[in-house]
């Protein structure tokens, strides 16, 4: 893994610290995207259903 400029060269604590910063960020971006999918979709099929009752 090549690291950022201002990680080179600084303490491994520092880089396995700076590494873990930076999954946590990205696992709380998935787990948002995920629950803004789930709402995407939740809200689709609520619309879906609305558009089946005034058909139907």
């Known amino acids: 893994m090549r690291w950022p400029q201002f990680l080179r060269g600084v303490d491994p ?22 629950q803004r999918r789930r709402d995407l979709l939740c809200k689709t099929i609520e619309q879906s259903r609305g558009a089946e009752q005034k058909d139907g």
């Open 13 to 34: 604590a520092v880089k396995k610290a700076a590494l873990a910063r930076a999954e946590l960020r990205t696992d709380k971006l998935r787990d948002e995207m995920a």
